[in-house]
């Protein structure tokens, strides 16, 4: 069983900057994709950036530029770096994880960490 943890999240002002960590501990397994999602206040959940194994990228249109996504396999971590952050930018953050496991024949199944907040001031 893999648990997804994150931490990294609190409050920020306009203009500033916050790294995210997601760390996956647990055993016999490697994570394919990875990625972060956000819930703002009254909204769906959307997808913020996404990474792949060979650490190819996508980012909503919304943090292009802003954010970047990025992963060590060997520490089973995916991070986001967020600059120049907006009040829109509030929300909790989420990280997910597709996970195939190595002693159960290539079963792969998806994980969501528990989310750490993120807000940022006007």
């Known amino acids: 069983q893999v648990q997804l943890v994150e931490s990294g999240g609190g409050l920020v002002q306009a203009g500033g900057s916050l790294r995210l960590s997601c760390a996956a501990s647990g055993s016999n397994f490697r994570i394919n994709a990875m990625g972060w999602y956000r819930q703002a206040p009254g909204k769906q959940r959307e997808s913020v950036a996404s990474i792949a194994v060979g650490s190819r990228t996508v980012y909503a249109d919304s943090v292009k530029g802003r954010f970047t996504i990025s992963r060590d396999n060997a520490k089973n971590t995916v991070y986001l770096q967020m600059n120049s952050l907006k009040p829109e930018d509030t929300g909790v953050y989420y990280c997910?994880?597709?996970?195939?496991?190595?002693?159960?024949?290539?079963?792969?199944?998806?994980?969501w960490g528990q989310g750490t907040q993120v807000t940022v001031s006007s």
């Open positions: 997910n994880a597709d996970i195939t496991y190595y002693n159960r024949g290539g079963f792969t199944e998806n994980y």
